[in-house]
């Protein structure tokens, strides 16, 4: 670990915190956490509102016992009074596209109801600059104990990009930060069981938003290719060959590739996190905007390409999406752009198919549409690629109807094959 010097030299010799950890919010964060504090030797209780989520964390930690112990409860009551607590839930957007913070309000009375002096809470859940220091602090102090005194509050914003590639919570480098200097130490001295390279900045607010930057910088940047790919390709150009060959620049320069519109939980979610406290404090991105604005229009603007193919009405057609999981080889369709793409189909009249082997039995997501499991058999009016799987053959998903829509740029362009 690099030495920044936002450490107390207690903070090398500090005993680690009390053997006991809680993980409230067992899903795709919070279960692989978990399970790598045991591996550390910490005695984990895993909390879930959900029993469902629950018993899926019991599976998995009798399948991966560690040095530790393990398990998982839907019950606040059994929660012991740990030593560390870790906040795991969901930070979702709201209806009208504003970030949701409930959850983490009720993991924190959660909290609240069994901390012992000297424990520590770490926000893992991706939040707002300041959540840290402001609503966080603000509930643990409710009962008269203070943090950086009594108890001790830190910010380690998860960085994990889930997928059969996912290197794991040890291997992904941790963000640290924290309201002072022995909620720093004190959770320093944790992560660094778990993690073999935990990063302390300089406040909480450095690490909240270095987190969201990450995320804004994708969302911005793909939103960028994604309108490009149709300006290359109505240069005649390649767009894949375009970024493969600027990405041979050994500096300043990362490839993005187009795509059907960034979904899951954090790229189009998190900056909306960020945008919130830059519009309170009167600097709103207009080009966060924008390409927040881009990617939700990015189905609607693919639809209309086909509406446009198809004579100008999309009423009767058939069309059949190829991949609807948000990303490639995962079973995952939170905020997939396929889902949207298929649904806006059939507000118009087509009749929308969809083919995915990686998506689940009966993705809720996709209720009232019907799935194909063999595309061949279909006889449609256009495909369109959502999402390519891995296991997909593409060159022959390119013949399976008179027109083909390709968001990707992985299909060569021809009388039948069409970027969008
Ligand atoms: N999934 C990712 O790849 C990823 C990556 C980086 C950051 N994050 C962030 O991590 C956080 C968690 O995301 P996730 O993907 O693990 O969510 P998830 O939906 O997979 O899991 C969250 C779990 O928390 C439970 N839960 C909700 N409220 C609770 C409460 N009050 N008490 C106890 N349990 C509760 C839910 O039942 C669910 O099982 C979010 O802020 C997310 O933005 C996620």
């Known amino acids: 670990m690099p030495d920044t010097g936002l450490l107390p030299d207690a903070a090398r010799t500090a005993p680690v915190a009390a053997g ?63 030593g560390t607590w870790l906040i795991c839930v969901p930070t979702p957007l709201d209806a009208a596209g504003r970030p949701d913070l409930s959850l983490v309000t009720a993991a924190l009375a959660t909290c609240r109801a069994g901390l012992a002096r000297g424990a520590l809470v770490c926000l893992v859940s991706t939040c707002q600059p300041g959540a840290t220091n402001g609503m966080c602090r603000a509930a643990l102090e409710r009962d008269g104990m203070v943090v950086g005194r009594d108890i001790f509050l830190a910010v380690s ?46 406040s909480a607010e ?18 960028l290719i994604d309108e490009l790919h149709r300006g290359f390709a109505a240069l005649g150009v390649p767009t894949r060959a375009v970024v493969e060959a600027a990405a041979t620049k050994p ?19 998190d900056p909306a996190f960020l945008q919130m406290e830059l519009a309170r404090a009167g600097a709103a991105s207009s080009l966060l905007a924008a390409a927040a604005e881009a ?45 949207a793409l298929l649904h806006a189909l059939a507000a118009r009249g087509a009749e929308a198919l969809w083919h995915d082997p990686m998506a689940g039995p009966a993705p809720q997501a996709l209720d009232g549409l019907r799935r194909v499991d063999d595309p061949a058999a279909e006889a449609v009016d ?39």
């Open 251 to 269: 500096f300043g320069f990362a490839p993005f590739w187009p795509g059907a519109g960034a979904g899951g939980h954090c790229i189009p979610v």
């Open 382 to 420: 256009a495909v369109i690629l959502g999402t390519p799987q891995r296991g997909f053959d593409l060159a022959r998903l390119a013949g399976l109807a008179p027109v083909v829509f390709d968001p990707f740029g992985l299909l060569p362009p021809d009388r039948r094959v069409r970027a969008v």
């Open 295 to 339: 990617n939700r229009d990015r189905p609607a603007r693919i639809l209309a390409a086909v509406e446009q193919a198809l004579g100008g009405t999309l009423a009767g057609r058939r069309v059949l999406v190829l991949g609807v999981t948000y990303k490639p080889d995962v079973p995952d369709l939170r905020g997939a752009a396929p889902a």
């Open 157 to 202: 914003p998860e960085r994990e990009n889930p997928g059969a590639t996912s290197p794991g919570p040890r291997a992904t480098p941790r963000l640290l930060g924290a309201p002072d200097p022995v909620s720093l130490a004190r959770a320093h001295a944790f992560w660094a069981r778990i993690a073999d390279r935990v990063i302390p900045v300089a």
């Open 20 to 82: 006991e950890v809680v993980v409230i919010g067992l899903g795709y964060v919070g279960l692989p956490i978990a399970l790598e504090a045991a591996a550390a030797g910490f005695a984990v209780t895993g909390f879930d509102l959900d029993p469902a989520a629950a018993r899926v964390a019991e599976a998995a930690f009798h399948g991966r016992r560690g040095a530790g112990r393990l398990v998982a409860t839907a019950d606040p009551r059994g929660l012991p009074r740990a």
């Open 206 to 223: 450095i690490a909240e938003c270095a987190k969201l930057l990450e995320n804004t910088y994708r969302l911005v940047n793909i939103a």
